[in-house]
């Protein structure tokens, strides 16, 4: 028992944990350790960000996908997938409604889908860049290759999001197909950081097989890569996949998680994801309570929204969606909390 604060205290110190000791804390949830830890999360996130939640304009541009990862619902294998794909001026005119609205950083997202040369996107960049100066770009658009990324840099983005989804390979064999590697997803995300990209990594919570010592060698390589964002939400079944009939994760152990994250890599940038949202409807909340800072509504065309259909019952309305901003600042008053229409750059 007072093993478990000993090791949240150390975590708060140290910043670190040995592989045993993460296998230890995350065995031992309960509500009052998580009390203890979402308080000192509070206090590291107030202390380095204050009180301001930071907020990105999410532009799902394609669900097209060359990959096949058995959790997600626009993998290339699933036939009955709504495709669509986002021109470059459909998706300057959701940039221009976000910008409207009071947002100052827009995420690119998509499957891998190769009509997004580098050609197309840099100059996409570089007209977003032209039209909001001093937003900044986030790209979310999975491997390519680091001189593929090195031109997007040049071109104006800032930020790129590729999750390494699980450090472990033999886990990692059993979400992909053969063809899709972890030494290649890390390999980018080492390449990204050369290049200067701020760099966002993460995992699913509950993604079918994980095990305790998978979400410890999870937390071991977020501290060897040292990113500036990590997005961790709870897997959640897509009907249409091989995992349809696996469970949710949990969002207990997301947000327990979300805790422990803080305390490892204090400055972090750290959203409440859709898929917590999905789960609980007080989902972004507790983030937020537990050490979260960033949340990421949905800025797509209301047409294409249900058709990035990632797991089901995916939010894309209500608070979910940029249109609902007002409401979205409100409840975050409510907690203590003020969304910043600003960059929100890692500090
Ligand atoms: N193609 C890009 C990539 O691979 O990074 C970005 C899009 S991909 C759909 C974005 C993230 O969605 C993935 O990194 C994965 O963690 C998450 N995701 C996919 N299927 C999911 C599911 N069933 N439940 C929860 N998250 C899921």
Redesign the pocket.
Known sequence: MRDRYELIDKLHKTHALSKEEWIRVLENQSEEVCRYLFEKARTVRDAIYGKDIYIRGLIEISSY?K?D?Y????RRSNQKAERYRLTPEEILQCADEGWRLGFRTFVL????DGYYTDALLCDLLKEIKKRYPGCAVTL????RGEESFRRLFEAGADRY???H?TANDAHYAKLHPDYQQLKTRKECLFALKRIGYQVGS???VG?PFQTTENLAEDLLFLKELDPQMV?I??????HD?P?GSYP??SVSLTIFLLGLIRLMLPHVLLPA?T?LGTLDPQGREKGVLAGANVVMPNLSPVMVRKK?S???NKLCTGDEAAESLASLKERMKKIGYTVAESRGDYR
């Open positions: 996908c990959n990862c959790y997600c619902g626009i997202q998509g499957g891998e979310s658009l999975g491997e999001l590729l999750r989804e993460g995992f699913m993604s997005g939400g709870p897997f959640i079944p897509h996949t995992f949710s994760g994801t898929a990035y990632l797991y089901d």
